[in-house]
């Protein structure tokens, strides 16, 4: 298969919207198209991800009606919706479909609105992305990882009073860059936490508190994809798709072990190794932080840290810039926000922003990243995906 | 990209089941991976049709769960959801897939219950399927399909009683192949139907009768796919994939005729100019008949018959098996039932059962059709997707 470069790239401010998941789609895509240098036109497939459009707004098949929002017309359409994965999975076929010739041109994206119905309704619906058996006996997600840092604890015989203050270091530091991202959630909020202050926040799930969750959101997001060998026709600056994985946990009663999730350690894998790279390679990080116990999960299931010791390098800054792996400094979902659907390709959004030297003072690693990757989770470890992204081709990088 | 050939196929019967979708899938699966010799663990990747799991049974991310219920476990497994085109889409992305070398087999398929809520609700939530300000005012599926045969009529001159009674030509013949068939919904009912039985049943949506309209159906179907160069490992008579086509329609305020629709035309077009193949190749065709009237209006689009004529060629026989294009002798949606997501690759089902000659007396075409081909259609014309397929390699026919 041939090589793949992103071209362009766009994203809605997230948070609550007004707007309808085709405007904001439309936002986002045309930002990208704008980035790329293309027009509707250009545009020859579109991979949409999106969860609650039929649950929320009654209008479910709306992948078609996006594209000719956008001015792509009768360019094929799909809408993939794996939970909060969705569109990393978009992404991974949008590239799959450019790779291996069947367009030029792709864009990838997502959008949604989840910030419609309230919170208990909201917990409700979004419990309907983890297995059937689960939510219909009450478990929800803060359930599920509230569940993973009791289990945490016990494991690395690490007391669970001094694991909520290493939690809520991911928290201090989720905060304070979504924060200063002025496309998040909490931009200008929650700029500067104290452990207490996440510790003593509202209870969710003993041991979660409030500012140990992701909120809620609406936004889209929109990648433009294309073939390598055009890419430079369109930017000087294209990033290369160096790898994607993906990969499917079962229910949680078919899984061994909730803090080495399965699915999650097979598609990192699958990614590294179609790269030609390994976890020392990666220069930036975006993660899904739907809590902070999640961060601190996947990171070590990605192989930066070994096993019961991300909590500990996290508290030690070693996901910070500067230190080992800097992680989420878009925000995450926590700081940043979690429009479901939509937040595979803002994951990669904020690589390609890292990578090219834009993110904001404060948020941006020195010097930009070289190579970078997203971690995209779906339901309870069930839906799994990674995007290894390169600022060369991966002919240099592969050893 | 290489060859990809059909090495298996499974499907429930159609109607009522209090099965759930899981326990659907897994049927279909595991009769698909009983043709083709192979189980769960041989199963690289999983794309998988479906609509209404969030909305009526609460479950939305099933994919995962899919795969580690047939025994595919960490196997990549994406949902697509296009309307009733789910499948379809599930199966041209899982061509893709294959067909770029990414694995050697993957399993396409979908499953639903559309049956659950009942009627009235029903057809609230099968509006979903269509743009947002469609059903947003009201426009439901038998309301466009009324539109359609009115402009049916006036746009090619035919007096309505007279376009009645040639679309009840559809009915009958779906219904009569539909009672012949064990996993239809309608097996053994409707068998004998007349045009005036058609004229003079309920008044849904007027000019179309309730024996004009395909019904709600729960069901499941899947197909095994293979790199072509390892097919007769598995099987002596694999079938090619000779082509695919995907394109996208707008809301209907976007389109400029709906009895000539725009992502229709075009989709199939891209499937004839990928097998290299014209409509006069095509020996047998599944085709979405969601109404009579869809199937009168697709056989043009799809270049079977000249516009305005395929009303009059069914009345005379040219759609039944000895006519020039054999058309959804499974029963078709009308009598076969339409488990939404689920359909594309029951069509597939069709298709392969008549070129193996494996088709019940009564609808079996003889000799078994050589190239074969379904047409799938979701939302008003929104999504629309083709697949072509033949007895022997795309090098033997292309010209």
Redesign the interface.
Known sequence: ?RDVAIIGVGMTKFGKSDK?V?ELFAEAANQAMEDAGIVGKDVEA?FVGN??G??Y?????????L???IG????????????C?SAT?AFI?AW??V????VDIAIAGGTERSMLPGTPYATR?F??????FE??CGMTFPGVFATCAMLYSKTYDIPLEKLREMMAYVSIKNHKHGALNPKAQFYKKYGELKVEDVINSRMIAYPLTLLDCCPFSDGASAVVLCSADIARRFTDEPIYVLGVG??????LH?QEDYIKP??RV??ARKAFKMAGLSPDDIQYFEGHDCFTIAEIILLEACGFFEWGKAAKATMEGETEIGGKIPTNMSGGLIGKGHPVGCTGTAQVYACVEQMLGKAVKGNQVTPPPEIAMTDNL??DF??LGHIILGRSKRSKYRR
């Open positions: 298969m309808s085709v579109l969860c609650f039929g649950f707004e009654g209008f479910m098949n709306m992948a078609p009606h594209a000719w929002e792509a017309k009768t360019a094929p359409a799909f809408r993939l919706e794996g939970a994965a999975y076929l799959n479909w790779a291996s010739g069947m619906t419990a309907m992305g983890a297995e059937k939510s219909d993906a990969a499917s946990g079962g229910g078919r399965i699915a097979t598609s779906g339901g069930a839906s």
